[in-house]
């Protein structure tokens, strides 16, 4: 059985990676829902060292964010596009993963990197550790990252390692071995990325994983350590609707993907209300109409 490709970043620096980048160009997006907080400390790290050398747009994906991220990430001197934006001409949606494609839609770059909002252990090296075996190897349409979630730092993964993980090794096991299968920084071809559909809810990465594999083969899939993830930790109440849809979306991939219970699939909680899952799709963005560029003056 085929292994999901990792690679050892010993090495390379961002030298390096700009001696192999050509003429390709890169987009880094961050998805943002009211990460006032955070999102600014991680552009100023990203605008003065690599915009304009190894990164050629920096885009903050803002999803109607109500405590100021748009104006903190603009005046940090990132480009921001609301998702009303993308939902104009595309119609709406919500959730993490229509935030991605959002975002894919806004950007222009060969290749894209995701950070999430909320990192706060995060460095330069990750873009670039990122980007390079997308540089190095041709196969790759989608690479995750790997790293340490200190236990005695509040841990983390609960729903890779009690869902994701054990799912993918019933169901996928050629890709079981991927370590951060959840991971939110991770970076794809674009020409790649945009031939599969992308999960509306949390299922979003789980459901690229299968849906890169599927479509492009094993080798398409890669991994990159990128040491220590710091990030805002979630309530055990957000988690089980994550679970649910990571859940949700892979056995909706399977061969003979279940009949669910109810025709609206609901997650019941024993002191909360019944919520409806977010097991939406969009489309791939090859199926669809060019859609026009935002002006960078309307961007802002």
Same mark, same amino acid.
């Given at each position: 059985?085929?292994?999901?490709?990792?690679? /050892?970043?010993?090495?390379?620096?961002?030298?390096?990676?700009?001696?192999?980048?050509?003429?390709?160009?890169?987009?880094?997006? $961050?998805?943002?829902?009211?990460?006032?907080?955070?999102?600014?400390?991680? $552009?100023?790290? $990203?605008?003065?060292t690599l915009v304009g050398t190894l990164v050629d747009e920096l885009i903050v994906l803002d999803d109607d964010s109500t405590d100021g991220t748009d104006e903190i990430a603009a005046e940090a001197g990132a480009t921001v596009v609301p998702? /009303?934006?993308?939902?104009?001409?595309?119609?709406?949606?919500?959730?993490?993963?229509?935030?991605?494609?959002?975002?894919?839609?806004?950007?222009?770059?060969?290749i894209v990197v995701w950070i999430d909002g909320? $990192?706060?252990?995060?460095?330069t090296d990750w873009i670039v550790r990122l980007v390079m075996p997308l540089l190095i190897d041709d196969e790759l349409g989608l690479v995750k990252a790997n790293y340490e979630r200190p236990s005695h730092l509040g841990g983390g993964g609960r729903t890779t390692e009690l869902v994701a993980r054990p799912l993918l090794s019933m169901y996928f096991p050629e890709i079981a071995d991927m370590q951060q299968p959840l991971a939110g920084e991770f970076a794809g071809r674009r020409s790649m990325l945009e031939a599969i559909p992308f999960a509306t809810g949390w299922g979003v990465e789980i459901g690229m994983l299968i849906d890169m594999a599927e479509k492009f083969g094993i080798q398409s899939l890669g991994q990159v350590d990128l040491g220590v993830r710091l990030h805002r930790h979630?309530?055990?109440?957000?988690?089980a609707i994550q679970a649910a849809e990571v859940a949700a979306t892979l056995l909706l991939r399977t061969p003979y993907p279940p009949d669910f219970a109810e025709d609206v699939p609901m997650l019941h909680r024993k002191e909360l209300g019944p919520l409806q899952l977010n097991i939406g799709e969009r489309p791939p963005?090859?199926?669809?109409?060019?859609?026009?560029q935002l002006p960078s003056s309307d961007r802002k």
């Open positions: 059985m085929s292994a999901v490709k990792t690679f /050892d970043p010993t090495g390379w620096d961002l030298a390096l990676a700009l001696s192999l980048k050509g003429d390709r160009t890169v987009s880094v997006c $961050i998805p943002c829902r009211n990460e006032a907080q955070t999102v600014g400390d991680l $552009i100023r790290m $990203i605008e003065p998702v /009303d934006f993308v939902h104009f001409f595309h119609g709406a949606a919500r959730g993490k993963g229509n935030a991605l494609w959002a975002s894919l839609l806004a950007s222009t770059g060969d909320d $990192i706060t252990s995060f460095t979630h309530k055990l109440e957000t988690l963005v090859n199926s669809l109409p060019k859609m026009a």
